[in-house]
């Protein structure tokens, strides 16, 4: 069943045999991910849809895969991190963080994706920590990455991310609180 088979084995599969439909199912099985940790980094929804759509175009222009035992996801996000710090680099000046107070922050697409208050609210929550932070907690718990494979995505070691991961949490509990976010409804 071509449908269940591994994103390494639909990467293999595109590289030997140049099969766009496999590249297909790996666009659709990561962009909305991808798209959505880009945004966290560069709080500009257009941006980051294009440099998934880079990173995709890299992994595509690649004659070889060399993971360094990471999976394809993995490998992928590092790719579009590298891409959006790149972008970071280039319009620091002009990147903005969301604020939740904007007019047009409910007509954003996440908001949409994220319809429930709880997640709306964690959401903004999250906008609101040190990038390390948002990035751990974002690949581990959004994008349910081994911390293994976190740490691969951001440079770090896997003791780092467990100790961003656990600061990041502590981190985003006070900023709940600050506002006004009952969480321990939810625990």
């Avoid at 718990?141 to 991961?165: C, D, I, N, S, W």
């Amino acid at each position: 069943m071509r449908g269940a088979e591994t994103d390494e084995v639909l990467y293999q599969r595109f590289l030997s045999e140049r099969d766009e439909e496999a590249l297909r199912i790996l666009l659709e099985r990561h962009r909305n991910g991808l798209t959505l940790f880009l945004y966290g980094m560069i709080h500009d929804m257009d941006e980051a849809e294009d440099l998934m759509i880079d990173a995709f175009a890299e992994a595509a222009s690649r004659s070889h895969w060399a993971p360094g035992g990471s999976s394809f996801k993995t490998w992928l996000f590092a790719i579009g991190r590298k891409k959006a710090l790149m972008y970071l680099r280039k319009h620091r000046a002009a990147v903005l963080p969301l604020d939740e107070n904007r007019a047009d922050a409910a007509a954003l697409p996440e908001a949409e994706m994220l319809r429930e208050e709880r997640n709306r609210e964690l959401y903004l929550g999250l906008q609101r920590l040190p990038e390390d932070y948002r990035e751990a907690l974002t690949l581990l718990y959004f994008e349910q990455m081994p911390h293994e494979e976190a740490a691969k995505v951001m440079g770090k070691t896997r003791k780092q991310m467990y100790h961003l991961a656990n600061r990041g949490r502590e981190r985003l509990r006070d900023v709940l609180k600050e506002m006004g976010f009952d969480y321990a409804q939810y625990e």
